[in-house]
């Protein structure tokens, strides 16, 4: 496998691409992640679209290093992605239900729709949270109100 930097947006996002298969052999015994070589050191706190259109197998070595690098990404504040897989690999990925632990979006466009669905929900969520605290928060002093009333 190759894996490269496409791009570095200025919002932060970062498009990396692999190219060619996902095999045991892509990986090191000294257990650097492929994403530390290319991002550096603090790959895992950034904001990264995976593409893997140029890659038609992987084999349980690189479904194993897709799901720890989702979880380094979630322990370490960062998203990862990926997206635009070949049917073959997909169907792999379906088969063992990666998706639900990976996140695997068809393209690149898809998952921008997926962020800004996400967002709104995460305001929507965060707005909910704000008026039961507002709530609580009335409950509270009206309580403490009539304590006050009646002593």
């Given at each position: 496998m ?20 996902i095999t045991?052999?892509?990986f ?7 994403l ?20 038609n197998?992987?084999?349980?070595t690189?479904?194993?290093?897709l799901?720890?690098?989702?979880k380094?990404?979630k ?6 992605v ?17 998706g639900?632990v ?6 690149e466009?898809?998952r921008?729709q ?31 109100v009539?304590?006050?009333?009646l002593?």
């Amino acid at each position: 496998m190759k894996i490269s930097l496409v791009s570095i947006e200025k919002e932060g996002l970062i498009r990396v691409a692999t190219d060619g298969n996902i095999t045991s052999n892509d990986f090191h015994a000294d257990g650097k992640n492929p994403l530390e070589q290319v991002m550096g050191l603090t790959w895992s706190t950034n904001k990264v679209l995976l593409d893997m259109d140029k890659t038609n197998y992987i084999d349980s070595t690189a479904i194993g290093w897709l799901i720890s690098c989702h979880k380094e990404f979630k322990n370490k504040g960062g998203v990862f992605v990926v997206h635009s897989v070949q049917p073959a690999v997909r169907q792999v990925l379906d088969l063992l239900k990666i998706g639900k632990v990976v996140p695997i979006v068809e393209n690149e466009a898809a998952r921008w729709q997926q962020w800004r669905q996400r967002y709104a929900d995460s305001s929507r969520k965060t707005t909910t949270q704000m008026r039961m605290v507002f709530v609580v928060a009335l409950i509270a002093a009206l309580a403490f109100v009539a304590r006050a009333l009646l002593s």
